[in-house]
Structures are given as C-alpha cells and as structure tokens.
C-alpha cells in the first residue's frame, strides 16, 4: 500500500532539485542550444499595421532569393488556418486582413539568417490601411465583445441603497504586463520519416502546441509530437503563444524535408508575443458602520486584443474572484472582455485576477479608512471560513486557511506597531504599510472541465530506478522536484532513484495545461494512482520483509511482477450555472494575504520597498525551499506590476520593446521578503497540498498602492505607481488644514 501519511519521510522535506546543477554549470540544454544536421533557419514576416486590408501578397521575388528553400503564406497552408483555441479565431497566418501590429503574413526557411532576412524582405504585401479600434471602452461601445459572465447573489443594487451603509466607489486602471521570461520563445520543428513532425520548443503546455501543428498540418494528432525542452521561465506566456511558432515552424519543416529553427528576438517577442490584459474596473462596495460587507457591484473590462486566444478563461477567473476571499452576501459583477487592433493578450500569472484584485482590495482599504477601521480588522471581519460561502455560492467545507494568514502576516510584519508609529511620521520621507488578500481557485475549474484530467506513467526498472512521464511542464518553478518528492513517497523508494522526464507528447495521454496551480495537485495524484498500482502488486512479494527498496524490486522482477503502471487523475465535480454566476467555480482555493511596507520621498514622488511578509494556505508544503521560491519570485513580479512595468503603445505599436526601456525590478530593487507557508491540507489533494504558483503575485500591487497611501496620505487609482504618479497626486493634496477630498 502506499504510505500512510504518518510515514511520510520525503514529503516536507528541502530536497534539491535535480535540475539545479545542469543550470548552474551551464550545461542545460534550451531550445538555442539544440542543433539538427541540415537545419534551416525560419523566420515570420509581420505586419506593420495595426489594421488593414492585404491588397496583394506576391512572394516570387523571395522564392527566387539565393538560399530560400519555402515561403509559405495562408494559402499554402494544407491544413486549417486557425490555432485551436478557446475560439477558433485566430489564423496561423493572416489571409485576407492584418488585425495587429506584428501578425503573421509570411513564413520563409533558408539556408543562412543573411538569405532569410534577404527573403524576408523580398516578399512584397500591399496593405490597404483601415481605421484601428485601439481603446478598450469604445470596442465596448461598437459591440467588440469577445466573452462576458455575471454573477448575480442577492440584490445589491437594492442593498446599497440602504441609508445606513457607508458606501465607497472608484474606477482603477491597470496596464499590459510583459512576462519578461529570461529565455523568448523558440521552436525547431524537424519530418520525422513517416509523414509526420516532431517539434522540440520552450513552452508551457506541449498538447496545445501539438493541436495547433496538427491544424495547420492537417494530420492526425498520433503524426505530431511536441517535445518540450529546457524552457527559461513562462508565467503564462508559453501557455497559448507558443502554437504560432510551432506551427510556422512545422509548416516549413513539412515543406523542405529539413529541420527549421524559428527562434524569436527579445524584440520581436515582447512586441508580438502575449500580455497581461490592461483592465478597467469600477467597484461600488457598501458595509454597516460595524465593517460588516453587505454588497459590492463590480463593472470589469478586460482588452483582448485581436484574438481571443485564452481571454474569455481569464476573464471568468477574474469574475468569479472578483470580491475576494470575503463574505459578500449581496453581488452584481458584469465583466467583457472586447476586441481591438493590438497585440493579443493571454495567460499571465493570476490570470485575471491581479487586475480585479487589485481594485477590490484598493476600495476596501478607502472602506476601512470611512470606517476609522484598521485594514487588518475590517478584513479579519469579513474573513471566508469553513462553512461559509464564495460570491458564487460555493460553500466551503475544507482547507480555508485564510484567518491564520492574515494573523500570521500581521504578527510577522509587526503590524499594528507600523500603521501606529508610522502615521505620525511628517517628514519628506515617510513610512507606510499596506495590506491586501486574495484567494485562488485551484486548477481549471467549471469552464476548464474538458482539460481537468492528467496523466502519469512509472516505469521500475530492474535495478531499483524509477521513470515518471508527466504531461505537465518544468518552467523554473520546481515541478520535477516536487514529483520526484511525491513519487518517492508514493512507492517507497529514495528520491535519488526517480527521474521525472521532460514532457513530450508521445509519453503521456493529453493532461492539459501546466497553469492555473494545478501541477503538484493533478500531477501528483496521477502519479500515486500509478504508484499505488505498482506498489499493489509487489506487496504479495515483499510484505513484511522489510527488504531496503532496490533488493525488494529486485525480489520482484525475479518473480516476474510488472512493476509499470498509468496513472490517471480527475479532480472532484464542479457545478456552475453561467446565467447566474452560482455554482463550485472551482475544487478549491489557496488564500494569500501580503503586507508591504515601503518608504515614499514626498517631493520625488519616488518609492523605495524595504520588506514584504507574503503569507499563503497551500495545504500541506511539498518542499518549503521551493514553495518559498515561489512566493520570492511572484512577489518580485508583483513588484513590478505595481512600480515600474508598463508597455507604452503608438497607433497599436508596442514602442519599449527590449529590457532597456520596460523596466523590470533588478536584484537591487529587492526586499526583503519573508515567506509565511501556512497548512491547511486538502483532502483530495497528494498528501493534502494545494497550489502555490499564482498567489504570491496577485494581491502585492494593491498591498503597494495602500502601503503608499498610509505613507503619503494619497489614493492612486491607476497602475503602474510610477514616481510621476506619486509626485502628481501628492501634489494635487488640499493645502494642510483644508478638507481632504478623497
């Protein structure tokens, strides 16, 4: 049988991961590094207008270019021109109209990157230009709706007219995120002798790169595998992006019989590669005089871009999150998510959420201030517990752990002391701290139900070794730690013994995407259903015996056991009725509270962060070295969602395109940070835990802008809170003495 949890010996344990030392000597393999004999260099003639007509496309000149060996255009695609999405509205190629800067109109191969950027350049496109929808509220205004959900609990326009409420409202803005991996995306896409192609490519989510190939292709899914390599990091931007490359790849791969490599600039990924969704949010939110929540209404409005790509998924996520992890009794959220002529926006960490949150959490602490109430104490008030229920209607039964963050951020931070002391600081530099909290739901949920299953396969070789195949993906963010960790538990065997492999596509069934937190938990249990098979059928041979694991295998193979097994996971039902926004959105959820404390120079309007306590309910901690990784990175990207990061655009044109002019917080623009790891196990979940990956970004921004306005005594409503943003609204203060307008 596998392990009882009072036996557990590797779970909860600083592992190191297995992956560490080939990264840190350098001998990792990415995609750059691979090389094929007789491989061909790709490339992806872009559109330089947001919006226009193709008059003409004639690619003789570069076909006669010396070294081009293909150019492909839409119509020389034998498949479909469309990438599997969400919506099936995004080409592989542009055909007839270019709907953003930087869409594919061209692919070429050649022998040498001078004959391709010569190739490039010789294909000769006629654009017709036509008007660009380029602002979110009048695509709103011209019916450009892509998705749009509702949740509707009580009566909330009703509630918040009651006269003895406190009501607060506000509009919050939030800019394009760039996910900023250290490595672009790349692919080389290469026949495999029978007919079909093999892909080798950084990404996230390898079965949906093999969709979009097979679609361009038109072969049958068995005729594509996708292999991932070593891959620099994703955050969401290698989940949905990375099927154009592949397919372009491929498509010239099919088309000379050689292997192509297609590998994007820094600049042209961050021009033409996904975003985060700049968003508008308007909350009205009403509480008693006590701090009691009694209704919120909620207008969100996301920018999609030109494709849909994965947007209608974030949006839901946002919507049904979008009053956070609190008792709400009376709800209307609207949201859309709407079509102009930019770059298409997709997964990015959070997924959606960052952007609600971030106003929720910004009109609860105005709340709290009308209130004369303490941040901490209106959300202790308010707090989810067992037994209550989410805006949607879930009632939670189990693993809500979301009380003891916020104690344990707070005692941490030694809050109280802080907002005490530091409000009556008066000098050019003065100190703040903020709160804020979020929660997640835990895997695909209600609209993902079609991609919830995962699979696993473990193989025991004779000498005691283990091979775990998972669909899932190592982005950076340990995975192949954490189930080295869970296979050892699960059979009983050291963890020097196992070896997770790289993902590929031939290994496993389809187990959807390596997203929404749900790795450790689908993963993980795919892999005890597998190990529980093999350790049921070595336990008739070594029951009792007590033999060390590598002289029990070798007991078995001598009689003939087959120590191999699939493993399949499918997490619990899930019901939700889309009409009403009611319904289990989700299996579970982790819950996250942050405390920042920052320092702000009143007449720079400069913020300086000096520590973040970021406090998370995972279930049970696999590997807390990790899981502290994870809260480091996401608040460090949060960070820079709050202070520094936004894409500045011109006629649909992203204009900082490289690291020199979109600036990401450096190593010496960290804080401290403390990781607080709170367990609160989830039954269903391998050995209780949940997931960790997306909530250490979500609620920092608003925990920042808060910490900023119990330094600096302002409200700012728009992200990013850049010193020019701080300088202007500090600035436009009331004189001392004068009534503060809010």
């Known amino acids: 049988m596998v392990n009882s949890p009072s036996q557990r010996t590797v779970i909860g344990q600083r592992l190191r991961r297995p992956d560490a030392p080939d990264k840190v000597k350098g001998t990792a393999l990415y995609i750059e590094d691979l090389d094929f004999a007789g491989s061909l260099w790709g490339g992806v003639l872009r559109s330089p207008h947001a919006h226009a007509r193709i008059r003409k496309l004639d690619t003789a000149r570069a076909r006669g270019v010396p070294g081009v060996r293909a150019v492909i255009t839409a119509k020389e695609i034998p498949g479909r021109n469309v990438i599997p999405m969400v919506q099936s509205d995004w080409p592989v190629l542009a055909q007839d109209f270019v709907r953003h800067v930087g869409e594919g109109v061209a692919v070429v191969a050649a022998d040498t990157r001078e004959a391709l950027a010569e190739g490039l350049a010789a294909v000769q496109v006629e654009y017709e230009p036509l008007p660009a929808l380029l602002d979110m509220e009048e695509a709103l205004a011209a019916g450009e709706v892509m998705a749009r959900y509702k949740v509707r609990r009580g009566e909330a326009s009703v509630a918040l007219t009651r006269s003895d409420l406190i009501v607060v409202e506000g509009t919050y803005q939030t800019p394009y995120q760039e996910h900023a991996y250290i490595e672009p995306n790349g692919m080389i896409a290469a026949p495999d002798g029978t007919g079909g192609v093999v892909v080798h490519g950084s990404m996230q989510c390898p079965f949906y790169v093999q969709k979009g190939v097979a679609s361009a292709l038109g072969l049958d899914l068995n005729r594509v595998r996708i292999v991932q390599t070593v891959t620099g990091g994703g955050f969401g931007g290698k989940e949905d992006a990375p099927s154009a490359p592949g397919a372009h790849a491929a498509l010239l791969a099919m088309a000379t019989g050689r292997p192509v490599r297609l590998i994007l600039t820094r600049e042209e990924d961050m021009a033409v590669m996904s975003k985060r969704h700049p968003a508008r949010v308007q909350v009205k939110l009403g509480a008693t005089r006590h701090g009691h929540l009694i209704a919120a209404e909620i207008d969100y409005l996301l920018d999609g871009g030109a494709y849909a790509t994965l947007s209608p998924v974030v949006l839901f996520r946002g919507t049904v999150h979008a009053c956070g992890p609190y008792r709400v009794p009376n709800v209307k959220v609207e949201s859309r998510v709407v079509r102009t002529h930019k770059v298409p926006c997709g997964a990015f960490r959070g997924f959606g959420e960052p952007q609600v949150v971030f106003a929720f959490e910004a009109a609860l602490d105005e709340l709290a201030e009308r209130l004369g109430q303490d941040p901490l104490v209106l959300r202790l008030k308010n707090a989810l517990q067992i037994g209550d229920e989410t805006i949607t209607g879930h009632r939670l039964s189990e693993s809500v752990g979301f009380r003891e963050v916020l104690e344990q951020v707070a005692a941490a931070s030694d809050w109280k002391r802080k907002r005490e002391e530091y409000a009556r600081e008066r000098g050019t530099v003065r100190r703040g701290v903020g709160l804020a909290a979020c929660y997640y739901g835990v895997g695909l949920g209600a609209m993902g139900k079609h991609l919830n299953p995962a699979g696993a396969n473990v193989v025991v070789a004779g000498d005691g070794s283990v091979t775990v195949a998972v669909g899932t993906t190592e982005i950076g963010q340990g995975m192949v730690t954490v189930l080295t960790q869970i296979a050892a538990e699960s059979l009983g065997c050291p963890p020097d013994a196992v070896r997770v492999m790289e993902a590929d596509t031939s290994r496993v069934p389809d187990s959807g995407p390596t997203v929404a937190s749900r790795t450790t938990v689908m993963s993980g249990n795919a892999i005890r259903d597998a190990a529980a098979k093999i350790r049921a059928a070595m336990e008739p041979v070594i029951a009792?015996?007590?033999?060390?694991?590598?002289?029990?295998?070798?007991?078995?193979?001598?009689?003939?056991?087959?120590?191999?097994?699939?493993?399949?996971?499918?997490?619990?039902?899930?019901?939700?009725?889309?009409?009403?926004?009611?319904?289990?959105?989700?299996?579970?959820?982790?819950?996250?509270?942050?405390?920042?404390?920052?320092?702000?120079?009143?007449?720079?309007?400069?913020?300086?962060?000096?520590?973040?306590?970021?406090?998370?309910?995972?279930?049970?901690?696999?590997?807390?070295?990790?899981?502290?990784?994870?809260?480091?990175?996401?608040?460090?990207?949060?960070?820079?969602?709050?202070?520094?990061?936004?894409?500045?655009?011109?006629?649909?044109?992203?204009?900082?395109?490289?690291?020199?002019?979109?600036?990401?917080?450096?190593p010496l623009d960290v804080p401290e940070i403390k990781s607080v790891l709170v367990e609160s196990p989830f039954p269903w979940g391998p050995y209780g835990a949940k997931g960790l990956g997306e909530t250490p970004i979500i609620a920092v921004a608003p925990a920042v802008v808060a910490a900023i306005h119990h330094a600096a005594r302002i409200r700012l409503y728009t992200l990013p809170a850049t010193p020019e943003r701080v300088w202007d609204a500090i600035r436009a203060l009331p004189p001392p003495g004068e009534a503060a307008s809010g």
């Open 544 to 666: 009792d015996s007590g033999l060390p694991w590598r002289e029990a295998v070798a007991l078995c193979v001598q009689k003939q056991i087959g120590l191999a097994a699939h493993g399949w996971a499918v997490p619990p039902a899930t019901t939700f009725d889309l009409a009403t926004g009611q319904g289990e959105a989700y299996v579970c959820y982790s819950f996250s509270a942050n405390v920042v404390e920052v320092e702000v120079d009143t007449e720079t309007g400069e913020t300086r962060v000096k520590g973040v306590w970021s406090g998370h309910d995972v279930g049970r901690v696999v590997n807390p070295t990790l899981g502290e990784g994870q809260v480091e990175g996401g608040v460090v990207q949060g960070l820079g969602y709050a202070l520094t990061e936004e894409h500045a655009l011109r006629d649909g044109r992203i204009l900082n395109d490289q690291f020199s002019t979109y600036i990401i917080p450096t």
